[in-house]
């Protein structure tokens, strides 16, 4: 008797789903997502498993992995940072001003994401080369922007570029005008009210925004692989090590700088989404 | 050039600086985006009007154009009804762990496509979990168009899913409670009332799921083989022409892959301008497309 009152006490507590189809929708879900998701990363995670812990750390630290490690996320940071300062720039620009031509420069902003990264690498790097639009007058200034690592960071530039404008847009426009007018009231500068007010409360967004394309730029590949020329210890980022590796057959090789990528991406994946939650808590 | 503004003064930004952030604005897009979208075109055409077409009617051309179009027909509809699917778990009900799974739907943006390729290299290959069981029967699926189907239906997971779920969050139940109170079956109350509701979102996400299908060049790279005419989707056969020199002919490939970006952005001025002018009820859309696009690829 006394299990009975308790039971529909914890039933009437629990929320109740009121319509149907969950069963059938869960279930298609999580089947649909451990046959194409779960059970790869777990064959992944088996392949290293089956390395020896210290077999394991030599492969995934080799000279020449530590410096496609470096390049990689050296040159992510500093595309991130570029897209970042930028692409604020650019995010103010498309928000607060008018002037003609806004909307097709707004859908512009969306190339790189449709764009396949294949055929971005394909005209970046013709346009870097030295008889290239931008490589001729480059070239005499001793900028060279292909087969080096200048030439991978700006690939990276380019397929992060949306990332920090697209964020921050719906932000900005979501600005209330109250405060920024009150400042103007209580006799705040321009710049003051830019940098003590506009700036703090935007900032979690832009870090948002940067982390977005710092863990985009860290998994790049097609791009850089037709920019970048791939020369060990220079120029090869950490994916395209993984498929030297592949095409040699060292799959052991290959495991090792994979697991090492995959745990980057869940580190960056929760950071970035620590980050929206930090930024929902600003924006509400 | 910048409108007259009834803004407060002391709001406005000086017009200096208006005009200095706007050319720095201009100038950086204007590089970075689109000077290499015109030399895609040029170089494309830098050997004649005949050529650029010889080369997209070559044999092995059209092979990867159809295969890259087999790819996407696979792949774009069952990650849709996956989309559809997921988004109704998790929209439209509470349960535990639905942060867990909207962060595994979330997982194959956040890998790079090399290491979701080596995935299944190391389940289906020779030396993988099955290779030696697959290889007693005979079934090639890695180095083969299954495999290439199979990794890219990994990268192209969470696109609709994404894409759906705060919108059919932001719709919330109230529509969908309203039905089932009036008698309709759960598939007449998703026919009829959520899918309607939906619909621009769901086609967006659509359009994205098939850019990224189309144009994904990481993952493939690693399962395919790159054995020409058979298993180079189209970005492959972009870099198989580059490798062979044949500058020329990767750009027209190229090209008709751009255009397929340049369409996919129409698509999406035009949804968004659909969207801006519906009643509130359509904001949602908005909402969906403004987190969705943030989303959209992550590596390729």
Known sequence: MRSKIRMTVVMAAKKYNVLPGFNLTMGYTLTWLSLIVLIPIGALVLKACSLSGSEFWRLATTGRALAAYRLTFGASLVAALANAFFGTMVAWVLVRYRFPGKRWLDALVDFPFALPTAVAGLTLSSLFAAN???????GPWGIHGAFTPLGVVIALIFVGLPFVVRTLQPVMENLEPDIEEAAATLGASRLRTVSHILLPTLLPTILTGFALAFARA?????????VSGNLPYKTEIAPVLIMMRLEEY?????????????????????????LELWAGRFQN | MTGSSTAPRGCEDPRWLKGLLLAASLAFLLIFLLLPLLNLFAQALSRGGRFYLASLLSADTRSAIRLTLLVAAICVPLNTVF????????AKFEFRGKTLLVTLIDLPFSVSPVVSGSMYLFLFGLQGLFGSWLDARDIQIVFAVPGLVLVTMFVTIPFVARELIPVMQATGTEQEQAAITLGASGWQTFWHVSLPSVKWG????VILCNARAMGEFGAVSVVSGHITGLTDTMPLRVEKLYNEYNGA??????SLLAMLALVTLLVKTFLEGRTAGEPASIQPVIIGARAGVSNLSRAK
Not at chain 1, 132 to 138: A, E, I, Q, S
Not at chain 1, 250 to 274: D, E, K, P, R
Not at chain 2, 249 to 254: D, E, N, P, R
Request: glycine fraction near 12%.
């Open chain 2, 202 to 205: 769901l086609l967006y996400g």
């Open chain 1, 250 to 274: 060292n799959y052991a090789g290959a495991t090792a700088i994979a697991l090492v990528l995959l745990v980057s991406a869940f580190v960056l994946l929760a950071i970035i989404n620590w």
């Open chain 2, 249 to 254: 002919a990767a750009f027209a490939v190229a």
């Open chain 1, 132 to 138: 290239g639009w931008l490589g001729r007058w480059l």
């Open chain 1, 218 to 226: 860290v998994g790049e590949y097609g791009s850089v692989v037709f």
């Open chain 2, 83 to 90: 989309g559809l699917a997921a988004a109704w778990a998790v």
